[in-house]
């Protein structure tokens, strides 16, 4: 049964750093366009980054030029790097299929920014 196993999370201040990994048991990972999404208590989870089976990528507005998403075909491995954190990018971070979810959701791994 395919797995998605987020991981990387932590505390950090803001104008801080964090390197998120998703590790996936898919069998055909390279063909899928990833994303990662994130949902804090209480609302829906939102979409953050795209990247797609090419390597192209897209963001939301509120993360560009702050955030990266990568990912390492052989590792089955999608990274999200996330520079210059702001208190409003506190949540939980999941991976997923894009657009479609083909995949149950993972624990996620929790980011905190706070001073």
């Known amino acids: 049964q395919a797995q998605l196993d987020e991981s990387g999370g932590g505390l950090v201040q803001p104008g801080g750093s964090l390197r998120l990994s998703c590790a996936a048991t898919?069998?055909?990972?390279?063909?899928?366009?990833m994303a990662w999404y994130r949902q804090v208590p209480g609302k829906q989870r939102d979409l953050v980054a795209v990247?797609?089976?090419?390597?192209?990528?897209n963001y939301v507005d509120s993360v560009k030029g702050r955030f990266t998403v990568s990912r390492d075909n052989a590792k089955k491995t999608v990274y999200l790097q996330m520079n210059s954190l702001k208190p409003e990018d506190a949540a939980v971070y999941y991976c997923?299929?894009?657009?479609?979810?083909?995949?149950?959701w993972g624990q996620g791994t929790q980011v905190t920014v706070s001073s």
């Open positions: 997923n299929t894009h657009p479609e979810i083909h995949y149950g």
């Open positions: 898919i069998l055909i990972f390279s063909t899928y366009d």
């Open positions: 990247i797609t089976s090419g390597g192209a990528t």
